[in-house]
């Protein structure tokens, strides 16, 4: 059964850090491309990262960049979303989403995208 499952987010004050985890079962995560998802309440989930498979290049959006940090480790099954210099608008529900091969350097459409978590959900109080 292919699963992704989030995990890490909480509640932080404004300023503070959170890692979130993404990890895959009954895949192999090395062969598949994934993308970080937020949606706020009232919003439409947006795509603010993603990397490609295989250790390849990441790509954020302005709203986090130089904020926010993709990695993957492979040998875990597990891509991770290092958030710093967290901001109450960076209040929503995070998903990560993957697609098997790899992606365009931009690829942060939600229908690119095969295989989605369930969600965890990230509160930055100020």
């Known amino acids: 059964q292919v699963q992704l499952v989030e995990s890490g987010g909480g509640l932080v004050q404004s300023g503070g850090s959170l890692r979130l985890s993404c990890t895959a079962s009954?895949?192999?995560?090395?062969?598949?491309?994934i993308a970080w998802f937020r949606q706020a309440p009232g919003k439409e989930r947006e795509g603010i990262s993603c990397?490609?498979?295989?250790?390849?290049?990441?790509y954020y959006e302005d709203s986090v960049k130089g904020r926010f940090t993709i990695s993957r480790d492979n040998a875990k099954n597990t891509v991770y979303l290092q958030m710093d210099s967290l901001k109450p608008e960076d209040t929503a529900k995070y998903y990560c989403?993957?697609?098997?091969?790899?992606?365009?350097?931009?690829?942060?459409?939600?229908?690119?995208?095969?295989?989605w978590g369930q969600g965890t959900q990230v509160t930055v109080s100020s």
């Open positions: 989403a993957a697609v098997r091969g790899f992606i365009a350097i931009r690829a942060l459409s939600k229908y690119t995208y095969d295989y």
């Open positions: 009954g895949f192999t995560l090395d062969y598949y491309s």
């Open positions: 990397i490609n498979r295989s250790n390849g290049g990441a």
